[in-house]
């Protein structure tokens, strides 16, 4: 009993990162309707900004986490505002394209800066230590980042449903040419999502550096799990994303300690378990629903 608990834990910390790099992802594809491959290495370049800010600052996860956020926000706006929008404009093909060609560059940056070497941080002094679940033991950071994620959750519920700016972001998912015929800006509305979601990965990828290692390779593994969490969860739906990210990290752990082998063929396979069974995704539409 003990074992499993351990393990559900243990894909509770995975699915934390997968939500906070996910949530983005479905936040940007629900409002902009773009399909964004640079996702995951947006975290990597977001991780990377953390990891040298906080080892100037002699390891201070904080300052990385403050840094790397404050960087990738307005990076994502302007990368949105500036490069997106008008290749946008000439088709989705295109920004296909850039976003993976955006992946390359992002790679090839991160090994110029700061080298293909992989890098970690230390966890913060006062969760460096175990907390008792009962007769448990689990590492308080991964506590810690379970948490950052469901609080997450609960701020982009709030912003989406009690806020103004959640009220347009809703109008201009459903309808976009309608909402502009209202006065909302979609535009603007889409480079501050894009930026949003931007940080989000970032601050994904710095929290979970002293779990995992980072490398200029992290993106492109982490992007495709998230992908299966967006798909699993159903397209634009951050609550879909919270759900998918549960099941493929819970699956995750439990496909490390029983079938080490097949851990990635678990996860591909309640992938496929889930579309049989809903092919628009846990929590999607159906298409003839959004009509």
Not at 63 to 68: H, K, Q, S
């Given at each position: 009993m003990q074992g499993a608990l351990l393990?559900?834990?243990n894909g509770l910390t995975y699915a934390a990162f997968l939500f906070l790099l996910s949530a983005g992802l479905t936040l940007i594809f629900g409002v902009m309707r773009i399909v964004n491959f640079a996702h995951g290495s947006l975290a990597m370049l977001g991780a990377y900004v953390a990891f040298d800010a906080a080892s100037r600052a002699g390891g201070d996860l904080w300052?990385?986490?403050?840094?790397?956020v404050a960087v990738m926000v307005?990076?994502?706006v302007l990368l949105e505002a500036g490069l997106l929008r008008p290749l946008q404009r000439r088709g989705d093909l295109y920004v296909i394209l850039f976003t993976y060609g955006l992946v390359l560059v992002m790679g090839d940056l991160v090994k110029l800066l700061w080298g293909p070497e992989y890098k970690s941080l230390p966890r913060p002094g006062f969760l460096a230590g175990a907390a008792g679940l009962g007769p448990l033991l689990f590492p308080a950071y991964?506590?810690?980042l379970i948490a950052v994620a469901a609080l997450v959750a609960l701020v982009i519920a709030l912003v989406l449903n009690r806020t103004a700016f959640g009220m347009r972001l809703r109008a201009v998912s459903a309808d976009r040419e309608t909402a502009e015929a209202l006065g909302i800006h979609a535009a603007a509305l889409g480079a501050w999502v894009f930026g949003l979601g931007v940080g989000l990965a970032a601050l994904g990828g710095a929290l979970v550096l002293p779990v995992l290692t980072v490398a200029p390779s992290f993106g492109v593994e982490v992007v495709v799990e998230a992908f299966i969490v967006v798909v699993v969860g159903g397209l634009g739906n951050v609550w879909g994303a919270l759900l998918g990210s549960v099941l493929i990290g819970v699956s995750r752990a439990f496909g490390i300690a029983l079938f080490p082998a097949f851990e990635q063929a678990l996860i591909y396979a309640v992938m496929a378990a889930v579309l049989i069974v809903r092919p628009w995704g846990l929590l999607g539409r159906a298409p003839l629903e959004r009509n």
């Open positions: 393990q559900v834990l300052v990385g986490l403050a840094a790397a307005p990076l994502g991964n506590l810690m």
